[in-house]
């Protein structure tokens, strides 16, 4: 599978992806996935411009799973960002098998209620149980912000949070 790394992350493409884990884990092809964020065509403009030169794609999450379980990814080395767990979730149930899947920034949503895991990252109970069904399917979900930041079991950070 060409996907090395699974980053959920609502903040899509920031400096942290470009300049750290894309070089970290020798990334040539990055893919937002959320097909909310695919249907907007400002979207689909500016995020490949905050790529900084790598090949991105802007799909919807079925499009991703076509992409990435298909012949023409066979020799890439792709990020997936999502921008939700449901994303996530969607991406592993369609076959997608990364090789690590890193939970980034998730910033509360209006009108959600929500306990703060850690400074940047806001989960919902419909999160923690989507997160729960990812590991479910045989995946470690880590933590951590920066390639060389101490990795975190993710499932313990709820638990520790009593989610």
Known sequence: ???THLRIDNRLIHG?????WVGVLDA????VT????????MQRLILPQ?????KTSVLGVQDTIDYCTGENAADE?????????SDALALVEGGVRPDEINV???????????????????????????FRAIADRGFTLHQ?????DRDHDFLRVLEDKGL
């Open 1 to 3: 599978m060409p996907v």
């Open 50 to 54: 905050a790529a900084r030169g790598v």
């Open 144 to 148: 951590r912000m920066m390639p060389t």
């Open 34 to 41: 959320n097909d909310e964020v695919a249907a907007d065509e």
């Open 104 to 130: 980034g920034n998730q910033a509360p949503r209006p009108a959600s209620k929500f306990t703060m895991v850690t400074r940047s990252i806001a989960v919902t109970a419909e999160d923690a149980k989507t």
């Open 28 to 31: 040539n092809h990055l893919i």
């Open 16 to 20: 942290q992806v470009t300049v750290s």
């Open 77 to 85: 080395r792709i990020m997936v960002i999502a921008k939700l767990p």
